[in-house]
Nanobody
């Protein structure tokens, strides 16, 4: 079992930055690939970024590529999402998720554990 707790969300002006954190419980954090997803009101949950178990491979959706950076610290059981140049369309609840796969996937159903989410609101 893995429990995930996100933090770092908030209200920011367009062009600003936020860093989300996701703290994981359990001693096997390093064996999971991790992903960040987001869900805006009235929309489906979508993939944002993913990182392999070692951190050696990262993946991004086209909408955030070049602006967001995913990273992980296996010693701290934490995955991060650095979000720069934020836009109003980035407004959503952001979720971190863990998959038993060693390489992150964009497919929502392949993730086994989810956090409760953290709200990010970008004002124009």
């Amino acid at each position: 079992q893995v429990q995930l707790v996100e933090s770092g969300g908030g209200l920011v002006q367009a062009g600003g930055s936020l860093r989300l954190s996701c703290a994981a419980s359990g001693r096997t954090f390093s064996s999971y690939a991790m992903g960040w997803f987001r869900q805006a009101p009235g929309k489906e949950r979508e993939f944002v970024a993913g990182i392999s178990w070692s951190g050696g491979n990262t993946y991004y959706s086209n909408s955030v590529k070049g602006r967001f950076t995913i990273s992980r610290d296996n010693a701290k059981n934490t995955v991060y999402l650095q979000m720069n140049s934020l836009k109003p369309e980035d407004t959503a609840v952001y979720y971190c998720a863990a998959t038993n796969l060693l390489i992150a996937t964009m497919t929502l159903n392949e993730y086994d554990y989810w956090g409760q989410g953290t709200q990010v609101t970008v004002s124009s």
